[in-house]
């Protein structure tokens, strides 16, 4: 079984897309103004963005996009803290991981073995 899609709600649907199609190389194949975007990785697993007037989600959830190396892990925690962003360094947990909060009100985890 293969998970085919998710939907996120979002308080900002442009600058969620904006951050996933910079950091994670998302793609978006359909949007709708501020409302909704329909995003693909490279294995055409679908996230669409929804916008949302509350956005709240539990304090553990994440998305998480996993990475080749370390290396990776690295250089996207580089660019991110350089382009402003909150995030502390990679550490040793379940695998070589950093978590950082999303434009649109949600977190994400970045990660390698």
Known sequence: ???NHLNLTVNDVAA????????FGMKCVNSRGNGFAAMF???QFVLT???GKEVWYPKTFHIGFP??????????????RNDGYAVDPPIESHGYTFYVQAPGGFTVEVLSE
């Open 1 to 3: 079984m293969k998970l």
């Open 16 to 23: 969620s897309r904006d951050f996933l199609e910079t950091y």
């Open 41 to 43: 990785d490279d294995d």
């Open 49 to 51: 963005l929804m916008k």
């Open 67 to 80: 990475q080749e190396s370390r290396d990776k892990v690295d250089r996207i925690n580089k660019r991110l």
